[in-house]
């Protein structure tokens, strides 16, 4: 982390057969060893399942399951006088969709399921429709953030 100029946000460039920034930013995301063919093949198939299941714009349904499955708050260790605590904050723009970004694909990898692209189909379907493994995560960590809000005036 540089100490005097502020890092510039790089935007990736609009995936090719949506334009959707947030397509190629989920394409990159699943990506792994540089096999980004493969993560393309993935996402497209998972959108193409979505399409044929409920009959809706893919695209529009996975920007709301990313939103659906965004959080507003996290804690973040905070050590006051030889105790830490759990202190609640909220999330800025663009960490908040990583996050999602991140629990979407850990949740859709995790789940038992034949390819990838149906894992992530699923998942993506669950997180629109409000339920799932992505969903409950941000539950409890909206759950920890208000348990914790006592620890609120330690914020950094």
Not at 35 to 64: H, N, W
Not at 124 to 153: P, Q, V, Y
Request: net charge positive; no cysteine.
């Amino acid at each position: 982390m540089p100490r005097r100029a502020k890092i510039e946000r790089r935007v990736p460039t609009p995936d090719a057969r949506y334009n959707s920034e947030l397509v190629a930013r989920f394409i990159n995301k699943i990506m792994q060893r540089g096999k980004k063919g493969l993560a393309e093949r993935i996402m497209y198939d998972s959108l193409q399942t979505i399409q044929e299941r409920t009959g809706r714009d893919p695209v529009e349904v996975f920007e709301q399951a990313v939103s659906n499955a965004t959080p507003v708050l996290e804690v973040k260790p905070r050590r006051v006088g030889g105790a830490t605590y759990q202190v609640p904050v909220q999330i800025e723009g663009a960490r908040r969709q990583s996050l999602a970004i991140r629990w979407l694909l850990g949740s859709a990898r995790a789940r038992a399921g034949k390819t990838m692209s149906e894992k992530l189909a699923n998942e993506l379907l669950d997180a629109f429709n409000g339920t799932g493994a992505t969903i409950k995560r941000r539950e409890d960590t909206h759950r920890m953030a208000e348990a914790n809000r006592a620890f609120s005036h330690f914020r950094v």
